[in-house]
């Protein structure tokens, strides 16, 4: 193997990929990323047997050839040369990969691609099988990564809990679907598909780090180019497509970044009997004001639970009111800050959990924000200001101070 790439290109695909490499497994090859040099440009991949991540960037490739090398090495070596292009060369007999930048010299021993897992991509998937292989949408790629940041912050973190670490995905009526839940708070999120859709209904969890990858690799996306999503309910696996924004030419970091995903096999919970039906207080409130109230509540409450206690006020028949945000730590101090909003409905006093409703508020554009309860006990639903409840709806659980 002979291939030549620029420096910045090369680190740019470890970056992508890198986070797949495997930290701790008894494969020594998953510690390693492949290096597959061919058709002019450089494949990189890593995986950790549960996501596998792929990536190609553009090279002139003078000989094929591949192999595996320390993912860590290799990416800090990278990231430590100038701007300048990358000569690597392959000694098959010793599986030594010597790079060569400027005045930088380097030979790494790696280990034979062919002990490397194999990791699926799109264009080697057949749909000829009458099943689910070959079950393809597209997505628009903002829109995309805006909904799954919207959600996987709700998923759990826990694995004793595999089911609440995966996100529930339903492709549906020309409609997706994303929900996340950890027990605590409920983040659902919907769009319209235009075309591509299956005509049964399909239903699919998966890893809510899995999304959190795709989310990250697709800030780099080209926006003309739709996210290519194939199901394949055989193998349990999810795969995304997503073009860079050189798209084919040599000009662009990379050319295109394949994920691929188990999914989780189980049931998700029925996250729609939780969502509150009715509500006896509507609070429409600034979102970034809030969000900033929030934030400053938080640096007392975090002593004490994160909780936040509102006080929701609604003025005397004028369609007005006030919110107040309160926090106490007893070692640090307290907090009181007061926000106008408009309120329709009865007083209430309510607790939250700060840093759940800083995670929500955090992913809403929308300049302001509606916020609806009942009882202090039951949970409150927030979403953006002329936003349906059919496209984005958040769920939050009270938090119960003790007196």
Known sequence: MRVSCLQENLAKGLAIVGRAVSSRSTMPVL?????EARDNQLRLAATNLEIGVTCWIGAKVEDEGSITVPARLLTDFVNSLPPDRIDMELTARTQTLNLRCANFDANMKGIDAANFPIIPTIDGVSGDDGGMEGMRIELEASGLRKMVDQ???????DESRPTLTGVEVTFKEGRITLAATDGYRLSVRSAHVDGG??????????PARSLGELARVSADADESRPVQVLVTRERNQILFQVWGKGGESKGGAFHRVELASQLIDANFP???AIIPKT???????????????VRVAFLFARDNANIVRLKIQPANGSGGGHVSLAATSSDMGDSVNDLEAMIEGDDLEISFNAKYLIDVLSQ??????VLETTQPTRPGTIRPLGIGEDVFLHVVMPMHPSR
Not at 151 to 157: H, I, L, M
Not at 364 to 369: G, R, S, T
């Open 364 to 369: 809403i554009d929308e300049p302001q924000v």
């Open 197 to 206: 859709m299956p005509d049964v209904p399909i239903t699919v969890i998966v």
């Open 279 to 293: 509500h006896s207080t509507r609070t429409v409130v600034d979102t970034a004001s809030l969000l900033k109230a």
């Open 31 to 35: 510690a390693n990323i492949l290096l």
């Open 270 to 272: 029925d996250y729609r």
């Open 151 to 157: 959600v996987v912050f709700a998923a759990a973190s």
